[in-house]
């Protein structure tokens, strides 16, 4: 049994590059969520996707910060014109059902970006 | 002010002394109280999970709500050495989104 699958688990950008940072969550797992997790800090919400509907982007620091679900299984969430204070651990995190209850959420084990 | 508030730490314990790790929080629409571990370049992964307010146990662990005080506990019993991690509240309320704390960097030495 997989568990949450990221890619890459590192990456080093120059500051401006455009990367794009993958996440592969449970099979069938409906809900996917992205945190991003600053050195010495808990992670903190980005966005939230219920199949490939994006339901909640109010977490995004800035309008270069893009995620998608397509298809409803992979997410790939994209950061244009890296700066340095983008760098951090970025947490993709999948469960099983949607809805206002609770939802346990297992977590991958994260891409750590690094902006030069 | 965050609306979660967690000791950072790093806390220092002997082999098989009993840890209190504890989080305040300031939104009282919070329902859901979670602790995760996170070992050092890994994903946070579950611990404990309660839903308002009380005590759960599982094994050497236990999970404590006070929603009057706005404060949550999580305590380890017998301390080993592999519990050196560190440890992470989060809650949430009605919507998916989990709200963390700092982390508290816990060592336990041999």
């Known amino acids: 049994g997989a568990g949450v699958s990221q890619s890459p688990r590192y990456k080093v950008a120059k500051r401006g590059q455009d990367v794009a940072l993958r996440c592969d969550p449970i099979?069938?797992?409906?809900?996917l969520f992205w945190y991003q997790q600053a050195l010495g800090q808990g992670p903190e919400f980005l966005t939230y996707?219920?199949?490939?509907?994006?339901?909640?982007k109010s977490g995004l620091p800035s309008d270069r910060f893009f995620a998608e679900r397509p298809e409803g299984s992979v997410s790939t969430l994209k950061i244009q014109r890296t700066q340095q204070e983008d760098s951090a651990v970025y947490l993709c995190a999948s469960s099983y059902l949607a809805g206002t209850g609770y939802n346990e959420q297992f977590f991958g084990p994260g891409t750590r970006l690094t902006v030069l | 002010q965050k609306e979660v508030e967690q000791d950072p730490g790093p806390l220092s314990v002997p082999e098989g002394a009993i840890v209190s790790l504890n989080c305040t929080y300031s939104?009282?629409?919070?329902?859901?109280f979670m602790w995760y571990r996170q070992y050092s370049r890994k994903g946070p992964e579950l611990l404990m999970y309660t839903y308002s307010s009380g005590n759960k146990e599982d094994g050497r662990f236990t999970a404590q709500v006070d929603k009057s005080s706005k404060y949550i506990s999580l305590f380890i019993r017998d301390s080993q050495p592999s519990d050196s991690a560190t440890y992470l509240c989060a809650m949430s309320g009605r919507g998916n989104k989990l709200v963390f704390g700092a982390g508290t960097i816990l060592r336990v030495k041999s």
């Open positions: 939104n009282s629409a919070f329902q859901y």
């Open positions: 996707f219920q199949n490939e509907a994006q339901l909640d």
């Open positions: 099979s069938g797992h409906v809900s």
